[in-house]
Nanobody
Framework: QVQLAESGGGLVQPGGSQRLSCVAS????????MAWYRQVPSNEREQVAY???????IYADSVKGRFTISRDDAKTTVYLQMNSLRFEDTGVYYC??????????WGQGIQVTVSS
């Protein structure tokens, strides 16, 4: 079992920055991939950024050049640095954890609101 604890959301003005953190605890904490997803009402949950066990990253086109995903394996933590935030970045952000074997785990989600 893996537990995920997200932090760092809240209200931010357009053009501002925010950093999300997700700490994983429990078992199966080696050889894993992590990602951040975003969901807005009436839309499907979309992957925003992914980081593999080797550090390989993938970004949604809408956030390329603005968001950076990183991981600290010593702290079993994944970060999402969000810069130049836009209104359309508003949503609930979910941390995702995929162990090498087994099904993925989800965090409870954290609200990010970009508003002036």
């Amino acid at each position: 079992q893996v537990q995920l604890a997200e932090s760092g959301g809240g209200l931010v003005q357009p053009g501002g920055s925010q950093r999300l953190s997700c700490v994983a605890s429990g078992s199966q904490l080696t050889n894993h991939a992590m990602a951040w997803y975003r969901q807005v009402p009436s839309n499907e949950r979309e992957q925003v950024a992914y980081i593999g066990n080797s550090g390989y990253t993938i970004y949604a086109d809408s956030v390329k050049g603005r968001f950076t995903i990183s991981r600290d394996d010593a702290k079993t933590t994944v970060y999402l640095q969000m810069n130049s935030l836009r209104f359309e970045d508003t949503g609930v952000y979910y941390c995702w954890f995929k162990p090498l074997f087994g099904t993925p785990y989800w965090g409870q989600g954290i609200q990010v609101t970009v508003s002036s």
